[in-house]
């Protein structure tokens, strides 16, 4: 069992900087790959960015490439995500989430993953 926990998200200019936390409980954090997600109003939840354990490699969704750095820390049981040149079209509740995984295994389908947090908004204004 993994319970996710976010914070950071607020109301941000465009061209601001926000950095999103993550915290975890439970045995399996470290084993298991990370990811952030959103959801915009009338959108579907979209991955932003995710992470293996093991070999730490990531995946980012091309609109925030460039702009967004996930990263983790196991122990301390916490995961950020650092927002650098935010757009309005950035604006969406964030959710971290965390599944149970061999080494490596690197996933950005929200339903592969098996633990949600509450979600943070995040609101980026022009």
């Known amino acids: 069992q993994v319970q996710l926990v976010e914070s950071g998200g607020r109301l941000v200019q465009a061209g601001g900087s926000l950095r999103l936390s993550c915290a975890a409980s439970?045995?399996?954090?470290?084993?298991?790959?990370m990811g952030w997600f959103r959801q915009a109003p009338g959108k579907a939840r979209e991955a932003v960015a995710t992470?293996?354990?093991?070999?730490?490699?990531?995946y980012y969704a091309d609109s925030v490439k460039g702009r967004f750095t996930i990263s983790r820390d196991d122990a301390k049981n916490t995961m950020s995500l650092q927002m650098n040149n935010l757009e309005p079209e950035d604006t969406a509740v964030y959710y971290c989430?965390?599944?149970?995984?061999?080494?490596?295994?690197?996933?950005?389908?929200?339903?592969?993953?098996?633990?949600w947090g509450q979600g943070t908004q995040v609101t980026v204004s022009s």
């Open positions: 989430a965390a599944k149970p995984s061999l080494a490596g295994s690197l996933y950005y389908r929200s339903h592969e993953y098996t633990y």
């Open positions: 439970g045995p399996t954090f470290s084993r298991s790959a």
């Open positions: 992470m293996t354990w093991g070999d730490t490699r990531t």
